[in-house]
Nanobody, 131 residues
Framework: QARLVESGGGLVQPGGSLRLSCVAS????????VAWFRQAPGKEREIISS?????????????YYADSVKGRFAISRDDYKNTMYLQMASLKPEDTGVYFC???????????????????WGQGTQVTVSS
């Protein structure tokens, strides 16, 4: 059974850092693009970052970041561990929300900004940035 489990969320002060992890089981990540989304209170789910499968070799198009997180967040993946990560730095109160990892179906190797193009979702992990 395909499953994604996030971890690493929590309460952090403004300016702090967190690293989110998402472990996949029941399937492998290596042929899929993956992404992180965020849902803030009272707002719709939004794309934070996406990364293509390493099988997709266009070097300049392998990652995407929302403008709000560029230069502060970094997405990565370790397909040997079947795990994806989101390293978050210089956190701001507006980064507060539930963070979801998402994976496209195997064979869909290129990244996407659109939630409806992702087939597998984690349960979410809460990130709260507050002093």
């Amino acid at each position: 059974q395909a499953r994604l489990v996030e971890s690493g969320g929590g309460l952090v002060q403004p300016g702090g850092s967190l690293r989110l992890s998402c472990v996949a089981s029941g399937f492998t990540l290596d042929k899929s693009a993956v992404a992180w989304f965020r849902q803030a209170p009272g707002k719709e789910r939004e794309i934070i970052s996406s990364i293509s499968s390493p099988a997709f070799s266009v070097s300049d198009s392998t990652t995407y970041y929302a403008d709000s997180v560029k230069g502060r967040f970094a997405i990565s993946r370790d397909d040997y561990k079947n795990t994806m990560y989101l390293q978050m730095a210089s956190l701001k109160p507006e980064d507060t929300g539930v963070y979801f990892c998402a994976v496209r179906a195997p064979g869909y190797e290129f990244l996407s900004e659109f939630a409806d193009e992702y087939d597998y979702w984690g349960q979410g992990t809460q990130v709260t940035v507050s002093s």
